[in-house]
């Protein structure tokens, strides 16, 4: 199945640092896109409610929230090798062992190696925005993906997206509003949720409230009772 990639592939400068790091890190924490289902259990060796994280950066966002959720595994998707590197750099100095980094496409991970029903959440942070209206069409969270995603979801799991321009945030809200899996955790009318506790907030993103620029956390969960739709 062909699909319009969200991301672009930026020649971004990889310090010496994060190439050291994600040549050593890698084979001990990395998944290779395979198309057929993953035995997570075995990967992480344990059972334990398992988290998604979709482009995570310079992951210092997905480190932190692993640090504190120790009882959570993460799968943590990110195509850009700097953030890779970086990620991989606060892995190793800091001990965290219950994070793994996949470096592909997010959609064919969902697709192929991902089993229905078998995450307690997701979180998308800070997404690209694409500001132009012409290229909106690129932006990721789009009905197609969000519909793999809750089919993805365990009954009760979560999906929450947080974004800094007010326009996506509604988009978010109205794609999120269209999966039949979903329902939206928040009580206010606009749909916004609270920043949950979990979700620390960055040094960009305090900076830019200290400025008067909102930042929106939207958070849906999977409807009780539902099996996945024909995207399982």
């Known amino acids: 199945m062909n699909h319009i990639r969200s991301y672009v592939l930026r020649q971004g400068r990889v310090s010496g640092a994060q190439a050291r790091y994600r040549d050593d ?15 997570f259990d075995a990967v992480f ?28 595994d993460f799968i943590a998707i990110e195509v850009h090798t700097p953030g890779v590197g970086a990620l991989c750099k606060q892995l190793a100095e800091q001990g965290i062992g219950n994070i793994r980094i996949v470096q592909h496409d997010a959609v064919e991970v969902l697709r192929d190696m991902i089993a229905a029903g078998s995450l307690a959440g997701a979180h998308i942070f800070f997404p690209d925005p694409w500001p132009k209206k012409r290229h909106h069409k690129r932006r990721l969270i789009q009905p197609p993906l969000v519909e793999l995603l809750a089919s993805r979801l365990a009954p009760g799991g979560y999906l929450h997206c947080a974004t800094d321009i007010e326009d996506y945030a509604q988009q978010m809200v109205d794609v999120l509003q269209g999966a039949p899996l ?3 955790t928040a009580a206010s009318p606009e749909g916004f949720a609270t920043r949950p506790a979990y979700r620390p907030q960055t040094k960009f993103e305090a900076r830019g409230l200290r400025l008067g ?6 958070v849906f969960r999977r409807r009780p009772g539902q099996l996945p739709g024909a995207a399982s």
């Open 45 to 72: 060796g344990r059972r334990a409610p398992r988290l998604l994280e979709i482009g995570f950066g310079m992951g210092e966002t997905t480190a932190t929230i692993a640090r504190s959720m120790p009882d959570h």
């Open 182 to 184: 979903l329902e939206n």
């Open 25 to 39: 890190m890698m084979p001990k924490i990395g998944i290779d896109y395979v198309s057929g289902l993953v035995d």
């Open 213 to 218: 620029h909102g930042v929106w956390d939207v």
